[in-house]
């Protein structure tokens, strides 16, 4: 197979997965050359690879761009099961529930004319930046021939089914009681799962957006921007729900907002899901990326389980996972893996323990949420910079001098604390764009701190 231009893939090979513009930077005959490279490292690397799992989201390009990977594997004399359209969970269940590689055809949250690609090997085992897409990409750079003799064959199969019955084993389905639930699909995959998953259950579900339609008609699949949850609030305020539930374009991520329409972080989501796997898991291990709030590890402390920070990335996470053993593992950006799922995430299996934790308490989340909020947090906030990285350095200096007493680390980017108030920057992986957090007391702090931080980046 000939090899694809090495700036094509510069374009495209991000730290956790492929992705880009169709058909400009991603299309068919690339997709077909990752395929075949997916293919020999699986083979390469585990010595174990008699088929591969293909699933797709709902994207325009999704199924073209799906039958090209497949005729990549096929080259190799390697079978393919076809899942069609699923969520990224779903697939990442799939390949740890039939021990098989995997690969889904999504963008994500992207816009419409993105697509791209998320790998794993056998066992839902992560291919990110430092687990195999480096390898990848040289093999796809070089061109991988196709081997002698016969080629794999095709068959399709179904794992909604099993992935249902899986999620519904993270909680005891006989306390639940009858919630009233908004959850905005956002024309993305959530619409296939959650019926799936919430059927036979006692909720009573409204879906915003149900329609598999990835040009995503009504708003972008992005619910971290508060703006993309509007539909959803003033919906729980129609129906006087208990819970909103906003999803991404291939539902492995949820945000929640409560019965008073008020946005629940992904720190918030963290913590509260913590506190339950540790009642369920006693003295575990649970992770947290770096821009999760200090109330995270503290709520972790205070039920008894050892909380570890981490650098951003599902696949780091998972290796983190992996290493220690943690039962649970939260990202401020609405991901949530749990090590009973392979330690993949999934949007839908925290949304579920959440909604046990309501049936439980019999507290409104208005009230659940209370003792979980000790911060005010400034969102994620990005800069356009020349040089992010300079400009990282540089801001680094500024503070080792005004402020020698702060605690600095470069485990992701530059955090800063300062011990009323910390901040985070870090370079995007996807966009040429510097990302700001930051967490102090009030929103009063807060704001003063972030003009303090944005006009040093405007200097540096």
């Not at 077909?32 to 989201?57: N, Q």
């Not at 995270?296 to 220690?324: D, F, Q, Y």
Request: aromatic share 6%; charged share 25%.
């Amino acid at each position: 197979m000939t090899g694809i231009d090495p700036a094509r893939l510069d374009a495209v090979v991000k730290a956790y997965d492929i992705r880009g513009t169709v058909p400009d930077q991603l299309d068919a005959a690339m997709v077909e050359g990752l395929g075949a490279a997916f293919t020999r490292f699986a083979l390469d690397e585990g010595g174990r690879c008699d088929r591969v799992l293909i699933g797709h989201d709902m994207r325009p390009t999704g199924g073209e761009l799906s039958a090209a990977f497949a005729r990549g594997v096929l080259s190799q004399g390697v079978d393919v099961v076809h899942l069609g359209l699923c969520s990224t969970d779903e697939l990442f269940f799939a390949a740890g529930h039939f021990d098989a590689p995997a690969a889904q055809l999504t963008a994500s949250h992207n816009p419409a004319r993105y697509n791209g690609i998320k790998l794993a090997l056998a066992g839902a085992r992560p291919v990110g930046e430092d687990s195999g897409l480096g390898t990848i990409k040289e093999l796809a750079v070089a061109g991988v021939p196709p081997v002698d003799g016969p080629k794999g064959s095709e068959s399709s199969d179904d794992a909604l089914g099993a992935f249902t019955a899986h999620v519904h084993s993270f909680v005891d389905t006989s306390v639940l009681r009858p919630l009233k639930i908004v959850a905005d699909t956002a024309n993305g995959m959530g619409g296939l799962i959650v019926p799936a998953v919430f059927a036979g259950l006692p909720f009573e579900v409204d879906i915003l957006y149900p329609e598999l339609d990835g040009t995503f008609p009504n708003h972008p699949a992005d619910p971290i921007q508060p703006e993309n949850q509007r539909d959803l609030q003033a919906r729980v305020l129609e129906l006087g729900a208990d819970v909103g539930l906003a999803f991404d374009g291939d539902a492995d991520r949820v945000f929640l907002v409560d019965d008073t329409a008020t946005l629940v972080s992904g720190s918030l989501t963290t913590a509260i899901v913590a506190k339950v796997m540790l009642a369920k898991n006693p003295g575990a291990t649970i992770l947290h990326n770096l821009i999760c709030s200090k109330a995270v590890p503290e709520i972790i402390r205070e039920n008894g389980g050892t909380p570890v920070r981490t650098r951003v990335g599902h696949s780091l996470i998972k290796k983190v996972m992996a290493e220690t053993g943690a039962a649970f593992g939260g990202e401020h950006s609405g991901h949530y893996y749990f090590r009973d799922n392979y330690r993949a995430d999934s949007g839908i299996i925290a949304a579920l323990v959440v909604l046990e934790e309501l049936s439980r308490s019999g507290q409104k989340l208005s009230e659940l949420r209370k003792p979980f909020e000790r911060y005010a947090d400034s969102g994620e906030i990005n800069f356009e910079v020349p040089s992010p990285r300079d400009t990282i350095d540089r801001i680094a200096e500024r503070y080792a001098t005004a402020h020698p007493e702060a605690a600095q680390d470069r485990l992701d980017g530059l955090t800063v604390d300062l011990g009323a108030w910390w901040f985070n920057l870090r370079p995007s992986n996807t966009e040429p764009l510097l990302r700001l957090n930051l967490e102090a007391p009030t929103a009063a702090d807060v704001a003063a701190r972030v003009a303090e931080v944005e006009a040093a980046i405007r200097e540096a």
